[in-house]
DNA sequence: GGCGTGCTGCTTGTATCCAATAATTCAGCC
DNA sequence: GGCTGAATTATTGGATACAAGCAGCACGCC
């Protein structure tokens, strides 16, 4: 039989509302405290309730959502202290990580990420916080991939970055956190060119340390969350996922 | 199938299933590289995929297992450098975690942890190594209690944890090895004792990069595994869960 | 005799079905 | 009018049914 036309790569579906789930809730689309039941969420998004459900436990397990006894799911609440333990495992983790990448840099990669920095520091020229977001990230991500080949805690790292990463506009809407993120990232290459695994990983603690106190400028966290109603009123508009 | 009586905790089958499947890859019952089905599982543990397939992509997800394309799972192989970065992680992890701890140790705690080290202590006397594992595990896992309230923290430790369990008997197994973890111990008690954050970290990263080596010793790893047959013969064998 | 092609079965992915149960509502009783 | 309890609903957990894909194999062609 001719292999028909398989030529585009076949994602499960439960993959496509993993990450579509995963989107919403990061972005904001889906409120903290909001419930989410199997089958209204299989309805909106035009599938049935087995990949939606394959999707919401894996959610969970990466503390994105939280299983309710027998209610279902509702979206993880923001309460500081618990955004606070993100922050520190991530200044743990990205400390060692760096700290292993300075035992041995491959000088294009400092390279690219001097670019980012400088690409940032135009952004910021500009007032332009969105830009210099950007290029952040890109600075954040290059780094992260030096330990790629730890791959766990290379994952461990990403995971923990998207989960904070809700924040972002409340982390460098104001200036002087884009100007110390900014400097903090400077001061990371020239522990990384130092190659002092130490020296690298008290750097790195520090700057994540640094975005923490930030994302928290002016922003008043509820440890406790109000019970919003449940799945939108849009529910009923079949979106398919092919979107 | 019948809807099974089970009257007593509703503990759901996912669980179940997880939990016994675990136990078979950590026992080392399920060999690194062996081939795992949903069917052939089901039908060994006399439940239907449904659970079982929850299951397996949870383990995945814990890295205990990994999934082929779509050809089920297998168990992940053990190379040197995966234990490696799982040992690694533990130091920086536990180290950070002992680091929190110290700052406010209940004295009631530091009573219980010096028990075990008595425990241990007395089976290393007595040359017995299983129970000297046995107290130094009861050890580590009040450590990690102590940080309960970080749950992130609290649960990647935990895990992290369980997956080099697989080796405890070749870790143990020399006596060297269990002089060394401890002394370790003890060493972490007056860290703790002393209150230093910096030390403490310090003191437990050591210590866990000695357990390493002592994992190590000894063993030989193969980066490659060879492909076991499936599921091994008995799997024709009815075994009920509720065993 | 080697290699390609189609068949067959094993295995997963998704949908649907059924049962069990917690929450909710509503009616009857005090 | 408020409280108690039974019927109703909402929702998950588990089982099964069904479709689709890949692997291995055998057969046939060159």
Chains 1, 2 share one sequence.
């Not at 909001?34 to 969970?60: F, Q």
């Amino acid at each position: 039989m001719m292999p028909s036309k398989c030529l585009e790569r076949r994602e499960p579906v439960r993959e496509q509302v993993y990450t579509r789930l995963k989107t919403m809730v990061l972005s904001g689309e889906l409120a903290p405290g909001e419930r989410l039941t199997e089958e209204h969420l299989a309805r909106e998004l035009g599938v049935s309730r087995t990949p939606v459900r394959e999707a919401l436990h894996k959610l969970a397990s990466e503390g994105l959502i939280q299983a309710l006894p027998t209610r279902g799911f509702k979206v993880s609440g923001e309460s500081k202290e618990e955004m606070e333990e993100v922050f520190e495992l991530r200044a743990v983790l990205e400390g060692y990580a760096l700290g292993l990448a300075s035992r041995d840099v491959d000088p294009r990669k400092l390279e690219e990420l001097e670019e980012y920095i400088q690409g940032a520091e135009e952004a910021y020229a500009r007032r332009d916080t969105d830009e210099v977001f950007h290029w952040n990230t890109r600075f954040h991500d290059t780094l992260n991939a030096l330990v790629s080949h730890r791959s766990r805690l290379h994952q461990l790292i990403a995971d923990l970055r998207k989960y904070v990463l809700r924040y972002r506009k409340d982390t460098l809407s104001y200036l002087s956190g884009a100007r110390r993120s900014i400097d903090g990232h400077k001061k990371i290459m020239l522990a990384l060119r130092l190659g002092d695994p130490e020296v690298s990983e008290r750097i790195m603690r520090e700057h994540v340390r640094e975005a923490m106190e930030d994302a928290f400028q002016g922003i008043q966290m509820s440890p406790t969350q109000k019970h919003r109603p449940a799945i939108s009123k849009r529910s009923k508009r079949q979106e398919e996922l092919s979107s």
